[in-house]
């Protein structure tokens, strides 16, 4: 009698009956596309959200100025007061360059020929004197025209004209190639060996003077211009202090809920740049009043004399070198006030 299976083995033979199971193919890793989306998006939002509290503070910080337009008007007036004398500075030496080229062109050196020279031999001497590297132009004066000259400019046509003989020798008027000062000096030494040259005249001591006017006009420019610039930091400074004292609470409190020196910082820049930028307008404003109202006087001055000059003013690079430099004082002054504020704030 045979025994029947156990029900152990009789699920053993279909379990065994079973197909194999198929072996699993190699799990590749493979970067989700998503993934890389996603970190592409945070970053894309993080940006807009930046520029939109950059926007956001901005606008906040010119309604605050807004206001309070008369304290407001009073601080960019005392900027635009610090920066007007820096830039009227810097037009004068700019009108001082003019001057300083017109009086380059016209230094020269006056060459005396010896007395009873004649024609010939003075061109001979102008060629002579022309050959050297160091002269740029010359121009031959015969005695005729020196005595011509001469009788004008003293307003004595009818004195001299008794005279027998002209006692004013040719002359070679010589435009240098340097006018600087010791430059000018070698080549009259130089053209002093010349033969028949008996005189060389030149007057370097207001070519000097000029000089030392100038390096000290910029001297003082750039003083004054680091003085003032100080200035306007302090006046933005003071100002921007006051304001971060007003609203010490409010920084406390952001603060305290996690927000960084940056974001804190952040709307009272943009008010000391507000600042920067109404004192570089209020300035240019200045500057041309000052301009229009000194004009007149200083036409008629310069008529006085027989020369013509109007008084400088800002183009439109200029105007904008003085508005960056302003906007840049007061973002400049405000970063100071406030980094040093920040620092004493502990919130609790």
Known sequence: ????????????APRAARAPA???????????RGGARSQQTRMGSRLRAWGRHHRAMALDSLFRLVRYPLGNLLTMLAIAIALVLPAALWLTLDSAKLLD???D?????????????????AARIEEAVSADGGVAQTRMISPEQGMADFQQSLGIDDT??????????????IS???????????????LEGVTGIDEVRVDLAWVERLRHLAALGRRVALALGVLFGFGVLLVVGNTIRLSVESRRREIEVVMLIGATHAFVRRPFLYSGAWYGAGGGLLALGLLALGNHWLSLPVAALAASYGASFTLPQLDVTGSTILLSCSTLLGWLGAWLAVTRHLSSIRPR
């Open 1 to 12: 009698m045979k025994r029947s299976a156990t029900p152990r083995q009789s699920g053993a």
């Open 22 to 32: 198929k072996p699993h193919a190699p799990v590749t890793e493979k970067t989700p």
């Open 101 to 103: 080229a017109e009086l």
């Open 105 to 121: 062109e016209s230094a020269s050196l006056t060459v005396y020929l010896d007395m009873g020279i004649d024609a010939a031999q």
């Open 160 to 173: 001299l004209a008794g005279l027998d003989d002209n006692p004013l020798p040719a002359s070679i008027v």
């Open 176 to 190: 240098p190639q340097d006018v600087e000062p010791a430059a000018m000096a070698e080549l009259a030494e130089r």
